[in-house]
């Protein structure tokens, strides 16, 4: 009797009939690089959490994003530091502000590279909250949505080819999108962060942007992992504002998302494998647990096989590295 599976193994033998089959792939034109960029001369300040990875002065910016560029990568995606905080989070709106400096610089030096900017307060606000927060200790929805909708204007006018709000307040894509047109920037698309779970996994982030909130929590504007449904809502309201791809946060613990968000809205959609995604495999790779190459390319590949168009992560450069 001949099973089909005695076919199916030999397929699996050959290289090439393997390649001939595969269903998903993974290559470097498919990834977005982040990068954190800091006020400063000359400055790299390492992560702890993040082996690899540094908060640049945007001269090294400019270097690191020239690699990307050398490597196939085709996106970075920028995260600024500020030099102060306050409570109206004005660095993220200054013209003169790190993510625009960077953005400026960067684009000056590579045109082709494409670059997405993030639209948030907690990297500028002096409590760390996603918004500006009133006296009764909530974020205020609507007062939030005008300075965001400033600080994707400024980006823009900076060069940014795209804009990224992960705040999460409600109605942002809306606003964004109204503002930018508006302001002349209608051909800026709108990356929307639309199913962004309240995640333990960003910890390593909030280390590196200096932005784990003074009080509170993020859970009355992030998502309850336990919720399924209510992702597909969210994104469906953001395509319904304007929204030109969509993000779904955090990636291998939310497959099921990314999934279903691209079933439900067939936009691209790009999957971020968040910071503490990152330090959990550079960790058990350093303690000798895992092989760090085959465990990540298996996640990427994975990420990629659920319906992800492209992949946001740490692991970029290393990645197109192990593909070249
Ligand atoms: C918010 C933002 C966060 C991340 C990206 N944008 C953190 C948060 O919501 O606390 C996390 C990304 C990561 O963990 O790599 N501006």
Not at 273 to 286: D, F, H, L
Request: proline share 5%; net charge negative; charged share 25%.
């Amino acid at each position: 009797m001949a099973f089909p599976q005695t076919r199916l193994r030999r397929l699996r033998k050959s290289a090439v009939l393997r390649d001939l089959v595969r269903e998903t792939d993974l290559t470097p034109r498919h990834l977005v690089y982040p990068m954190f960029v800091e006020l400063g001369t000359d400055s790299r300040t390492p992560i702890e959490a993040m082996p690899g990875i540094d908060r640049l002065s945007i001269n090294h910016a400019v270097e690191e994003a020239g690699e990307a560029v050398a490597l196939g990568i085709p996106a970075v995606l920028l995260f600024g530091i500020p030099a102060h905080k306050d409570a109206q989070g004005s660095g993220a709106y200054d013209e003169e502000g790190v993510v625009q400096l960077a953005v400026r610089a960067i684009k000056e030096a590579h045109p082709d590279l494409v670059v997405i900017t993030d639209v948030c307060m907690c990297e500028y606000t002096s409590h760390g909250h996603c918004g500006i927060v009133r006296d009764d200790g909530q974020v205020d929805n609507d007062v939030t949505l005008e300075l965001l909708a400033k600080t994707a204007i400024s980006h823009a006018a900076a060069g940014a080819d795209a804009v990224a709000p992960s705040d999460m307040m409600d109605g942002r894509v809306g606003a964004l999108r109204s503002q930018l047109d508006a302001e002349g920037h209608k051909e800026t698309p709108i990356i929307s962060y639309a199913s962004k779970y309240a995640s333990a996994f960003y910890g390593p982030f909030r280390e590196a942007a200096d932005s784990t909130p003074q009080f509170g929590d993020r859970r009355s504007y992030q998502m309850d992992p336990a919720n399924a449904d209510e992702a597909i809502r969210e994104a469906l309201l953001d395509v319904e504002e304007g929204a030109d791809m969509l993000i779904v946060k955090p990636a291998l613990p939310y497959l099921d998302i990314v999934h279903r968000v691209k079933e439900a809205t067939r936009l691209p959609i790009a999957a971020y494998n968040v910071s503490g995604e990152y330090a959990m495999i550079k960790a058990a790779a350093a303690a000798g647990y895992l092989d760090e190459r085959a465990s990540v390319l298996e996640a990427l590949t994975g990420i990629r096989r659920a319906g992800a168009d492209i992949v946001i992560t740490y692991h970029a450069k290393d990645v197109a590295r192990w593909l070249q």
